[in-house]
């Protein structure tokens, strides 16, 4: 019967992109063990150079850096976003733009002039789509963010705060806390912040080490605090491919999911159907049988 | 193994570990000058240059290219932090060489620019000696 025919069909074409997903799947989980390797693996640094600027800053008795001052007027806000390169990952993008927009607007409702600075093939197209204009297009920075790669962004933009041509650096990515948890975050990159707050309450419990400076904690501050802004570039772009993953492996395992149900369900109408067709079939055998005898 | 003779020494990059060992004297390339580590040296915080790293474990002996960074010495346990280190057989000898040319042809127009151009430079230069 016709009926039977198109369900099997239907049941093929589930079964292909059953396929596909579960691919994906796996693809998705090789991918995010090797990004999340290689964001475990700038940990040691990170903390390193935070514990260094922390005895640095006691050392120095306090802090005062031109990427520390919040200028008075004028310049632009940079708003830095980060999508995926890639889509099928849920609703990893939308919760990211989401955000972006949030934070677009009350920047502009504080009146102040942001520049748009977008990452991501995704992003850029929905801007697009949209008809949002933006000041820039990053789409050259792969799956597996290099510090080499990030660097001249970062250091770039210290520039141009040094300058005093930009007020303020905020980027929007979606901060990896664990595999059940991806939450889109809006981080301060400049003007630094939150540097002496926090050692003015280890101060007391660490005994003070009496370090040989070379040079002296001023100028090793004045290097290590550009460091810091690189680095926290770079683990926002870590981050954010780390989430991209999981968020892709999490949408494509729910796809896989459904693709099965749907198959049960076709597979049970096939069956239901086929039963349908042998008794309308004997039916029509023993009545043709009945009327002859 | 830790015995009386060495301290430890890690390298760390924001991509990687590059290194972790126990050695028993290790070469600094500091900003101003190459600093040698024993030991049971006096706690030090310094800012390193571009330049050779050389670690003496006790039965080899491991280079690696520094570009700038910072090194600690505490409690016999010593850590350099860098953007880039490379070991001699990762670095390209063609592309130094590049380097090399395009440093020698950029312009000097003011301080900045000078330390711009020493720097890569000295970059270049570092990179092809240890490259050979």
């Given amino acids: 019967m016709a009926n039977r025919r198109v369900l099997i069909k239907r049941r093929d074409a589930v079964r292909n992109i059953h396929k596909i997903t579960r691919t994906m799947q796996m693809i998705a989980n090789v991918r995010f063990q090797a990004a999340f390797k290689r964001a475990v693996a700038s940990k040691p640094y990170t903390e390193k150079l935070a514990k260094l600027v922390d005895d640095l800053a006691r050392a120095a008795k306090g802090i005062d850096h031109p990427l520390m001052r919040q200028p008075e007027e004028g310049g632009v806000s940079v708003l830095m976003v980060i999508t995926s390169t890639r889509g099928l990952c849920g609703g990893y993008n939308h919760n990211v733009l989401r955000t972006a927009g949030e934070h677009l607007k009350s920047l502009e409702a504080g009146g102040e002039r942001v520049e748009l600075q977008m990452v991501g093939k995704k992003g850029v197209a929905y801007l697009k789509f949209a008809g949002w204009p933006m000041d820039r297009e990053i789409t050259d920075i792969g799956e597996t963010p290099r510090f080499d790669e990030i660097e001249p962004l970062a250091n770039e933009m210290m520039e141009r705060f040094t300058r005093g041509e930009i007020r303020s650096v905020d980027v929007v990515y979606m901060k990896f806390v664990s595999t059940g948890k991806q939450i889109p975050v809006v981080e301060r990159l400049l003007p630094l912040t939150g540097l002496e707050s926090e050692n003015a309450e280890v101060a007391p419990a660490v005994a003070e080490v009496q370090y040989e400076f070379s040079p002296d904690p001023h100028e090793l501050l004045n290097e290590l605090l550009p460091a810091t802004v690189r680095i926290a570039l770079f683990q926002a772009f870590s981050d954010a491919v780390v989430s991209e993953q999981v968020s892709r492996m999490v949408a494509m395992t729910a796809a896989t999911e459904a693709a099965e149900d749907i198959i049960k369900r076709l597979t049970q109408q096939y069956n239901r159907a086929r039963q349908t067709a042998i008794t309308m079939e004997l039916l029509d055998i023993v009545g043709g049988a009945n009327a002859l005898s | ?132």
């Fill in chain 2, 1 to 132: 193994m830790a015995s009386s003779e060495t301290f430890h020494c890690s390298v760390v990059t924001p991509e990687r570990a590059v290194l972790e060992c126990e050695s028993t004297f290790v070469v600094l390339p500091a900003w101003d000058g190459e600093i040698g580590i024993l030991r049971g040296r006096a706690p030090l915080l310094c800012k390193l240059g571009i330049g050779r790293l050389r670690i003496e474990t006790a039965d080899e002996e491991h280079i690696l290219f520094l570009d700038g960074g910072f090194a600690e010495m505490l409690d016999n346990r010593l850590t350099i932090l860098t953007e880039d280190a490379r070991r001699p057989d990762e670095l390209d000898r063609q592309a130094a060489a590049s380097d090399l040319e395009e440093a020698r042809a950029l312009t000097v127009t003011d301080d900045a620019s000078l330390e711009a151009r020493q720097k890569a430079l000295q970059r270049a230069r570092t990179q092809l000696r240890l490259a050979d």
